[in-house]
C-alpha cells in the first residue's frame, strides 16, 4: 500500500498551476510549504507567501515587456475572490512584487499626479 503523503504529493504535483494555487490557499495557517519557506521569510504571514506562490506561478520577468502594478494587483485580486481568500493589501502587493522579482524598476508614465507605475 502507497504511503498517504506519497500519494498526496503525487496527486498535487498532477494539478495545474491555478488549482495548486487554489488548493494552497485553503490550506490551514499552520500548514506551509517547504518551497516557499526555502524562498520567504519566516516571518510572512500565509498570505503574504499565497501571494509570492501566485506571483511565481503567473508571472515571469520580461525586460521587453511591461505590466502595470495596478493591472497585476488587479488580476490577483480576481484569483482571491474566485479562490474565496482574503487578499493582501495593495502597498504590501507592491513590496511583494519587488521581493519576488528584485530586479525590475519603476517607470512613471503619465504627468505628475496622473502617472501610472507599471
Known amino acids: 500500500m ?5 500519494y498526496l504529493l503525487k496527486q498535487v504535483t498532477e494539478l495545474s498551476d491555478e488549482e495548486r494555487l487554489q488548493f494552497f490557499m485553503k490550506l490551514p ?10 524562498d520567504t521569510p519566516t516571518s510572512m504571514s500565509t498570505r503574504s507567501k499565497a501571494a509570492v506562490s501566485w506571483l511565481q506561478c503567473k508571472y515571469e520577468e520580461d525586460k521587453s515587456t511591461s505590466v502595470s502594478k495596478q493591472e497585476t494587483y488587479d488580476h490577483y485580486m480576481i484569483d482571491c475572490e474566485t479562490a474565496g481568500q482574503l487578499p ?14 528584485p530586479t525590475i524598476y519603476n517607470r512613471r508614465l503619465g504627468q505628475r499626479g496622473q502617472s501610472k507605475y507599471p
Not at 502507497?2 to 506519497?6: F, I
Not at 495557517?29 to 526555502?38: F, G, M, P, Q, R
Not at 493589501?89 to 522579482?101: E, H, L, P, T
Open 2 to 6: 502507497e504511503d498517504p503523503v506519497q
Open 29 to 38: 495557517n499552520e500548514v506551509t510549504s517547504d518551497e516557499l519557506d526555502k
Open 88 to 101: 493582501i493589501s495593495g502597498g504590501d502587493f507592491g513590496k511583494i512584487i519587488k521581493m519576488v522579482f
